[in-house]
């Protein structure tokens, strides 16, 4: 693995994970949204989603993080790309929730962002052997 690949996994995962708090914040209500038959209840659902710039924006950012992750697995393992972009999808979700004061950092996720740290750095080192 690369140093540009790593780095572009790891961007993959600040775009997933930052707009995860987000999204989260953009779907309040949706729950309120009531149609009869599942399809009209879906497509209800997903006008307001739609329409709702709290949801779109971030959705959007989102996506762009996707595209970035579609053209760094061109040219390099899966066996890499998924674990560090997941990985640092999970951490970086932290962070955000974090400072948007949704959460507050405890002891079990630094622990856990910890073991997550090692196991990205094992990841990386097993492929450098190889």
């Known amino acids: 693995v690369t140093f540009t690949q ?4 790891m961007l993959v995962g600040a775009f997933w994970g930052c707009t995860n708090p987000f999204l989260k914040r953009g779907s309040v209500g949706v729950d309120r949204v009531k149609k009869d038959g ?7 659902e997903m006008v307001f989603l739609v329409r709702n710039w ?7 950012i989102n996506q762009i993080g996707s595209l970035v992750y579609y053209i760094t697995l061109g ?21 955000t929730s974090i400072m948007l004061g949704e959460t507050s950092l405890r002891t079990v996720d630094l622990i856990g962002t910890l073991f997550v740290l090692i196991g990205i750095a094992l ?8």
Do not use: D
């Open 6 to 9: 790593l780095c572009s996994f």
């Open 38 to 44: 599942i399809v009209a209840q879906v497509g209800a």
């Open 54 to 60: 709290r949801y779109t924006v971030p959705f959007a």
């Open 75 to 95: 040219g390099s393992e899966i066996s890499m790309a998924v674990p560090i972009s997941n990985s640092c999808t999970f951490l970086w979700t932290l962070a």
């Open 123 to 130: 990841c990386v080192q097993s492929k450098m052997e190889t």
